[in-house]
């Protein structure tokens, strides 16, 4: 079964830079025709997508965040990473990690398994 | 940029059909995706490309597209199918989400 579990600091001061990591497990992040992404939650609020890394290393994002947003793989660690630099306030949330199934052709693919989540507060 | 629209909340009568729209443009030229998620918890996906239900979704989930709408679905809803239901869409790469929709079974 696969299970995916976000990791990082619960507190970042605004103007730095917030970093997560998902760790993998039950399957691995090299596979071909999967991708792995991140998505968060702001309090009482819906889903925002941030981006996503697919196993070829290819990276898409959301073009709101794109400017300040890296996603990366770590094959060795079977894990993935967020980094979003300069936060505010604003982007106190849930941020949550998935993995998707790339399916062949445009508007296919579809997130299949979701962390649980963790809350990331920026506050000074 | 690129939206989704689903109506704020839905309330439906345990053992009826409840549907969550969602609409946007050229909708209906892309999959749509629907997550529901209940409180405190993960978002689960619940239909995948219009109207496909991953293993252990029951049945009474479906979806469908018309035009530039698709609809979430559930057929004799239970308590348990209260929660939170997001559509999906994707357009240029990003991952689209709609507003949510508060389903209330009373």
């Known amino acids: 079964q696969l299970q995916l579990q976000e990791s990082g600091p619960g507190l970042v001061k605004p103007s730095e830079t917030l970093s997560l990591t998902c760790t993998v497990s039950?399957?691995?992040?090299?596979?071909?025709?999967?991708?792995w992404g991140w998505t968060r939650q702001s309090p009482g609020k819906g889903l925002e997508w941030i981006g996503s890394v697919y196993y070829t290393g290819t990276t898409n994002y959301n073009p709101s965040l794109k400017s300040r947003v890296t996603i990366s793989v770590d094959t060795s660690k079977n894990q993935f990473s967020l980094k979003l630099t300069s936060v505010t306030a604003s982007e106190t949330a849930v941020y949550y990690c998935a993995r998707g199934i790339a399916v062949p052709g445009p508007n296919n693919d579809y997130l299949d398994y979701w962390g649980q989540g963790t809350l990331v507060t920026v506050s000074s | 940029s690129y939206e989704v629209t689903q109506p704020p909340s839905v309330s439906v009568s345990p053992g009826q059909t409840a549907s969550i729209t969602c609409s946007g443009d050229e909708l209906g030229d892309k999959y749509a995706f629907w997550f529901q998620q209940k409180t405190g918890q993960s978002p689960l996906l619940v239909i995948y490309?219009?109207?496909k239900r991953p293993s252990g979704i029951p049945e009474r989930f479906s979806g469908s597209s018309s035009g530039n709408t698709a609809t979430l679905t559930i057929s004799g809803t239970q308590a348990m199918d209260e929660a939170d239901y997001y559509c999906?869409?994707?357009?240029?790469?990003?991952?689209?989400f709609g507003g949510g929709t508060k389903l209330t079974v009373l």
């Open positions: 039950g399957g691995s992040v090299s596979r071909s025709g999967y991708f």
């Open positions: 490309q219009h109207n």
């Open positions: 999906q869409a994707w357009d240029s790469g990003s991952a689209v």
